[in-house]
Structure formats: C-alpha cells, structure tokens
C-alpha cells in the first residue's frame, strides 16, 4: 500500500526513504585510503523514540489555578521519560494511560537528561473535567524523507541525512528506539523561496528494506537487506584538510528514485569540529536544479557531495533566505562519528 506523504511541514533535519540504497566501503590495507559506494537516493524512515520526549510544557486550569504538575516535579523540554512507576514507558499513550490511572497518586519516573538517568516524581492533578494530567506535550515517533550518502561494504552500513533526527519543536537529538527504513519515491517539488523553504514530495511503502542502528549529530546509520548497492560506483572519503573552495557536485534525486549530479560551490570552509553538521558552506550554481527546486529543499539532506573525485561530504541544512545556499558536513566525520 502506498503512502502518500507531503514533507512541506517537516524539518530538512528530518527524513525518510529508500527504494534501492546504493552505498558500500572497503578500505585500502595498504595505504589507508577509503572508498565507499555512492548513494544519491531517497529513502524513508518510520523513527521510534527510546522512550517520549517532552517537547512543551503548559499550564492548565484545575478549575482554581493554573498549574502544570510536570513542571513543578522537575521536568523539562527535552527530557525522555522512560519509565512511570517502573513500567516501560514506549508511546505517548503509555504516559497519557499512567497519568489517568493514577487516582491523583505520585508517579515515579525515569527520565534520560543530557545523558544521564535521572528519577523525578510528579503528581498529576485533574482539569476542568476531571481527567488527570501532567501538562507535558509528548512525541513518540516521527517520521520524512531524506537521501542515502554511501554504503561501508567492509563495515556492512549505510550512512544518511547528514545530520541527525531531531524533533521538529524542540531541535534536540532525538532517542533511537527503533526506526525502520522503506522505499521511497520523489513525485513532485515544492520549489523554495526566501523565507519559505521548499520540500521534496512523495510516497513511501510499506516495503521494509532494513533499518538504523545510530542517530548521531553528523548523521544517520544503519544496515540494509534489500539493495544494490554495489551497482553504483565507488569513491575515496576526502580528508577534511583536502576540502576547498571551488567547483563540486551534489549527487540526488527529485523525480523517481534515480540520482542525478548538479553542478554547485564550496563557498566557505567553516570548521573542523567533527561533532558539528557545518563544516563548509554550498551554493547551487546549476540551472536545472535552481529552475525547479530553487536550490536546496528538505529532503535533500544526505546528498553526497563530490570535489576532485572524491566524497566531500553530504548537504545538511539549507538558509532560510537563500534557498540557493545551506551547510555541508565532511564524510569523514560522518565516518568518524559511526566508528565511535
């Protein structure tokens, strides 16, 4: 059954799809060098948090006062509850069934804070109709589209997005719990503007092609089952120190599932800080893509990017008011940050 998705509301940060992820590795023993298989594709994803994250706090009128029960037992934005009463907490319904259940009793919660586990105790109240609340707005999952960046043959992984998943009110990191991929394919564009960023659209099956196994701050990881990947042609990760200012190629997709290269600038070398998503700054100089994208859309994320035949790195982010420009991050830290 087809899914039909429009990413017009999700972050750039966020994605989704994958028909035939086309990325592998092996490492030269020799000379140390590194070459992996090129993706481009799209591919999509089905995000399971590790718990809920609290992504708002708010008051609520208990028919006296406002109040929010949540924030007076000392949780914040960002918090993951794990835990109520030392049961597994896994979906917001979880959360929302032990806070109307518990007859106005404490609740003892495990909840991951900056990575830590920390044990707080809240106590719901009731609301004007006498259903028992926290005052915490939750997520459990989520779900977009991105694109592949290459395939680790000799690692047996797959690299995506560029960035991590975050949540889409908060930006923070999100928990893996577990996240399957699924094949994906690009039926449309919302072209961007300055002040609007625009979108890839299409649709996702219910086709399962493998899944991620890390979320980290310079990308998504994970293995397939289901791929060519080794279909595609092979390129050597570039050192950070070899990236320059100057011609390059960004490898993606927006009609069907079939990559295809345009032409853009490495403008600016930001900086080397492997655990940042903006390590160098891209313009889009190709006219086929400016006419019907603008430039850089959401669910771009992921697409490699290539400079003096070597993998440069992925597209991340694009700016707000220059739908023409946005970040990159250096695939050797997305390499790097997989390894850890």
């Not at 106590?123 to 005052?135: A, D, Q, S």
């Not at 719990?177 to 919302?190: D, K, Q, R």
Request: charged fraction near 20%; aromatic fraction near 8%; charge should be negative.
């Amino acid at each position: 059954m087809k899914k039909v998705v429009n990413f017009a509301g999700l972050l750039i940060l966020i994605l989704l799809s994958v028909n035939t992820i086309s990325v592998s590795a092996m490492e030269d023993a020799e000379n140390g060098k590194q070459f992996v298989y090129l993706g481009g594709q799209p591919f999509g994803v089905k995000f399971y948090n590790d718990g809920v994250m609290i992504v708002r706090l708010e008051d609520y009128f208990n028919g006296h006062r406002f109040i929010c029960p949540a924030q007076k037992g000392g949780l914040r934005v960002n918090d993951v509850i794990k835990k109520v009463n030392s049961e597994e907490v896994r979906t917001n319904e979880d959360l929302q069934r032990a806070a109307e259940g518990c007859s106005g009793k404490p609740l003892e919660m495990v909840i991951a804070r900056d990575g830590k586990e920390l044990t707080k105790t809240v106590t719901p109240e009731k609301n004007t109709v006498g259903v028992y609340l926290l005052g915490a707005w939750v997520r459990d999952s989520c779900a977009g589209v991105g694109t592949v960046t290459y395939y680790d043959a000799r690692h047996h992984y797959f690299a995506a997005l560029g960035h991590g998943i975050c949540d889409r009110d908060t930006g923070a990191l999100l928990p893996l719990g577990s996240a399957e991929i699924v094949s994906a394919n690009i039926s449309s564009v919302t072209k961007g503007s300055a002040g609007n960023v625009g979108s890839l659209n299409g649709y996702f099956t219910d086709r399962s092609i493998g899944h991620l196994t890390k979320n980290t701050s310079s990308g998504v990881f994970g293995t397939i089952f289901d791929n060519n990947c080794e279909n595609n042609p092979q390129y050597e990760i570039a050192c950070f120190e070899e990236l320059q200012t100057g011609k390059a190629e960004m490898i993606t997709t927006i009609d069907g599932v079939n990559p295809k290269a345009y032409d853009i600038e490495i403008t600016r070398i930001c900086n080397s800080d492997k655990e940042s998503d903006e390590n160098f700054v891209i313009k889009v100089t190709d006219k086929e893509l400016l006419e019907a994208c603008s430039g850089i859309v959401q669910g771009m994320s992921g697409s490699p990017i290539l400079q003096n035949g070597k993998l440069a790195g992925a597209v991340t982010h694009v700016f707000l008011n220059r739908p023409e420009e946005g970040y990159g991050v250096a695939a050797q830290f997305m390499v790097s940050n997989y390894m850890e």
